[in-house]
């Protein structure tokens, strides 16, 4: 098993910022993938970023030059940030955290709320 735990979500006005930070812990030697995705009422959830263990990544379009991924790792977990400037108020959402290993099912965190308003 591997746990989420998602930290850094809360109101901010548009054009401001916010970090979001993920761990992982637990049987994370096959994590292959970590991301961020996010979710609205009515929609379904839609991947936001992705970074690999070969350092690729991958953003959405609405969130490119805007949102930075970046993993860090200790010796029994990962720790993947979310930096997210510039944001709109359709960035609001409930974001998730997202953790795909070799041969098994995803994870997922229990998801934190971006809210975007003035």
């Known amino acids: 098993q591997v746990q989420l735990v998602e930290s850094g979500g809360g109101l901010v006005q548009p054009g401001g910022s916010l970090r979001l930070s993920c761990v992982a812990s637990g049987r994370i030697f096959n994590i292959y993938a970590l991301g961020w995705y996010r979710q609205v009422p009515g929609k379904e959830r839609e991947l936001v970023a992705q970074?690999?263990?070969?350092?690729?990544?991958?953003?959405s379009d609405s969130v490119k030059g805007r949102f930075t991924i970046s993993r860090d790792s200790t010796e029994n977990t990962f720790t993947v940030h979310l930096q997210m400037s510039s944001l709109k108020p359709e960035d609001t959402a409930v974001y998730y955290c997202?953790?795909?290993?070799?041969?098994?099912?995803?994870?997922w965190g229990q998801g934190t709320q971006v809210t975007v308003s003035s």
């Open positions: 970074t690999t263990i070969s350092d690729s990544t991958t953003y």
């Open positions: 997202n953790a795909r290993p070799y041969g098994m099912d995803e994870f």
